[in-house]
């Protein structure tokens, strides 16, 4: 059994991971923090977790942690490079939902963040945990950036054209759309029922944080500049994101196959028949990511449609899948449930 | 391996025993029929079945139904009756999620569904599948009435009182609330998003189909006839039902005591503390009923809290429990998933 | 043209008042005042009211208010009872949408709203602002204390029954339902759309502010004491209660015919015909209350099912109702809009 | 007083017809007719219109429709171009809701709609009711198209850009986003609360009925062939479009300005300031089309972001603004609401 412990299981991707890892059969949770919530049973927050889950939060201890194999940080941006240096030290591998180590680029992940970077030295070290990218990197890992959610739905979807230059990279649109849970779980007018319900609207089009992880995801893929519009929306609901993505075909080739390669053993990966449209329904709950292809009208705008669950695949359920990889594990292990479907 | 079939699996009921199914390590899912859809493949009507289920809806056929060890009726009310006799004929187990078999009244039945039973000798011997009452019955059980929804909220939240005789059973209300899916997929304008989102309502409160059952339940607990006034309303969410019960205590007793003693042992209803308001989503695809007591200020009036999934508790995963039970595994085999929160 | 001020405009109560203000023509909006948004234009928080309204939000002002015709305080509970004292001296009319002046006694009402009166001399002065009622005391009051949205919804349904003592009063129930709106515009994790979608619940079952507004109301209409038991929920949706109320019928009547010659003349009650559920969409947007009743399966118990929009006939629209009617204008002025449906 | 009459007002354009004529003071409901509900009050179909219009359904009959001034067809597509010839012959003035005239090449509309046009030679007196482009025309029409809700949106959004012919006409992306209100109210699985809450997808991406109308807009305006990729999506909620359009920029021009010049008149479309994001609730419920600009991180992609209420704005609302002109009314009269928010 591996020994896991989360730090700052109280937000949505918390929670989301305390639903997978408590039904793992190789995980034993051993133990979670919260500063806020120190002294609270995880089940009085959670519900949906009693009987499944009786640890209780405890404030942030190094010392329990430095006894797990692994520590997940479900934590805002700026917490997890202040201990996983330690944690390291100690022995213990690190999983990273939050941004700390996405960024190769310090100085441009401190513009974006807006923090001066606890510990550069180990951005190198650090591996992009898309397991579709990088699946051997991530065996061998002992500090794991788990992506963002837009970044997951955005690259699985653009990978294939970006890796084989089949379009022009210079003028790429992802046109989001998010579930409001990508929002958390704060006290945030913007988030209430009644601002966002019965609404739909884009943010952040000046600038997401999201832009340059995107963009050194493809860049890595591609090995050049490439030019990216990102405009992500928020949808009234609570899981889901639905990536849009545009991209200018310049060589012939025949999509599906292309893509049906790409992906054909990705356990996570479904590519639908041409002409499909994936619903972001069909992945809810689920570690699925589906995608369909279209080119409308016989024009050269290639239109890819890709579909995750936020919390499973844009977060926890990719984290788990991680960590399976990271542990020998089967990949897929804790993380095949059917979505929920209605 | 059992070996399952199941007939008109195309309905909310019928995806979601297939969700549970497919994961079930016991069960090896044989057959599934549909007249409207045979010839297709389940997946392209539910792609979060992608991978997982690749059967193909079939003609209703009794051959290939015999050779199943237990066949689930996933099918509008009066279907299941046509087909049972031969099938219990056959040696097939039957489990009946529609209501041909629940009502031992038969002319009660044929009041409420408006048509005449078709096998009215087997109403003795059909077995209402709800495990908090009838366990020992359900494990010897050939032919199971699977119970609906409501009646699954409602009996669970007033049993331990009626049982007890602690309330005044002449004047029992249910004010209960389910989500859209209990009115099923068919084309159907009052079940339309437009219809029935940002809008609240009640619905068929002259009298409901699900007020003859759950009064049967009652009576049979408590052994005279009861008066009970039940107002289904409409909730514009998917999935859930909260029933609100009110009774009037005429026997001194701590009711908390006593319900936390009535499901001790019972691995799907959960008794909150008291005080707490559970939610519907705290069950959302899971098995379990969340229950929670009140009597505000002081008064003789007992408030009681009921949530179920009605697809899961109320419908597919209460059918799969029963499976369970009559064929001796462990209960909770495939039906222990967390429910998914947010 | 009445001159009208807005103290704490920045809420849902508060935009709803504007709304309807900025349209009806009578009023002049002559000053609206918010701490936290002063210096902000209204029309930047709420860009709905673009070119309709061209006010800013200022501190809130003695001097700019006493200009006033009259002053609505859209505030927290405990708000207007600080300022009102000095604007009815200085010849203002006050119309409070929240608490302070709408319980008689100030005992009562300390302890349910735990902060000690300012000024419980105008408690008795202070007119209950539910026209269906008090239309002829409330044509000369000069503060006005506006209804809970709750206690709208259950007085309007409950009053002819009481008011005939054809009800046992000592047993009623008001089984209650919200959207979430009436949780107000604050940031509050509980009113989250990832909190409050996809999910129901009841909530302050031992004890809610509008049940001793509700109980002063029918003891009021009876002229004793009732027992009421008041579970408020909380639904899905953004506007709207639904209120499902449960009372034993005493003595044989016509109820139908009651309750239509008890609203005949009102403007804003419509009793459907014996037998329909409204639906709270039928008054999205409009000051109707619209009212069902029903007798299930013959028994003693009375079923009425009442709805309102809980931010217009349960708050701003009732208090330009009361507005009007303290002005001498046409009741039905700047408040006659059809419902939004869907 | 304008006589008015409606054809087909079942559906959610209809009804939406009604709720604005009822209110609008120079006009006089006279006739509606629907074959299905023929002899039904139109306020048992929409309980929100009671008190408010006492119409019936009758059959469609030409004797009583040719008594009005202007008839309104709010019927399915194909439907209009049957009745309209012998309507204008009888000096009526018509307004098609649907799409029978809104394309000028019969070629192409017989190829998108699936059938013949039944009077072909009216098509070039139609006139297509989009005021900002067509106001002169509108006045003296006697044939009105009303235009689509996704060209509506989409159109206000671009036309300044290509009008001036500042971006590359010859690769434009409308990535739109609609309410399901869109889908109309007809006994269909895909608009069903359980089929389309909690989820999000893109649907007819390889071509949709608007793109043609889109493109014939766009193309008028720049007096050339364009490049137009369409990609409509389903929003889980009832009202409102959003469009976000792409567009590549090749001459230099401040755009902030272009917009507020060029729609500085326009009653009903507001140009927000530089960097705003328009929800579409802030037009729900009201005829204004509101509008953003974007030139993210300093590339040449323009984004335009464009909400409209699909019924309103992008229906019923600038049907009545179009009969507003055709009877020289005043614009704004009856369709100056404010929008409902939250």
Chains 1, 2, 3, 4 share one sequence.
Not at 47 to 64: A, C, H, M, Q, Y
Not at 226 to 242: A, D, K, S
Not at 295 to 302: C, F, L, M, S
């Amino acid at each position: 059994m591996i020994k896991a412990g989360i730090v700052g299981g109280t937000g949505y991707t918390g929670v989301e991971l305390l639903r997978l890892l408590c039904m793992h059969p190789q995980v034993e949770l051993s133990v979670i923090t919260s500063r806020g919530e120190a002294g609270k049973a995880v089940a009085d927050l959670y519900p949906n977790l009693r009987g499944k889950v009786d640890l209780v939060f405890t404030e942030p201890d190094l010392v329990s942690l430095s006894s797990c194999d692994v520590v997940f940080f479900a934590t805002p941006n700026g917490t997890a490079m202040q201990t996983t240096p330690a944690l390291l030290d100690a022995g213990v591998r690190v999983i990273d939902l939050a941004a700390d180590f996405r960024i190769k680029d310090v100085a441009e992940w401190e513009q974006w963040y807006g923090m001066t970077h606890a510990c550069p030295d180990l951005l190198d070290e650090a591996v992009y945990g898309l397991p579709e990218v990088n699946r051997e990197l991530i065996r061998n890992a002992r500090l794991l950036a788990n992506p963002g959610c837009y970044p997951t739905a955005v690259l699985l979807g653009f990978l294939p054209l970006i890796e084989t230059g089949l379009v022009d990279s210079d003028n790429l649109i992802a046109d989001c759309k998010s579930g409001v849970s990508g929002a958390g779980r704060s006290a945030n007018v913007g988030a209430l029922l009644c601002e966002t319900s019965e609404s739909f609207k884009a943010y952040a089009v000046p600038g997401h944080r999201h832009l340059p992880e995107i963009r050194q995801g493809l860049e890595t893929a591609v090995g050049m500049p490439v030019g990216l519009t990102f405009v992500p929306h928020l949808v009234p609901m609570i899981r889901g994101i639905h990536a849009t993505l545009y991209a200018n075909q310049v060589k012939p080739q025949d999509l599906q196959a292309l893509y049906q390669e790409r992906y054909a053993d990705e356990p996570f990966v479904d590519v639908l028949d041409s002409g499909s449209h994936p619903e972001t329904r069909s992945v809810k709950g689920s570690n699925y990511c589906r995608i369909a292809l279209h080119k409308p009208q016989g024009r050269d705008t290639i239109v890819i449609l890709s579909v995750i669950d936020n919390l499973v695949k844009g977060a926890a359920g990719q984290a788990v899948h991680n960590m399976n990889l990271m542990f020998g594990l089967d990949e897929t292990q804790g993380i095949d449930a059917v979505a929920l479907m209605p």
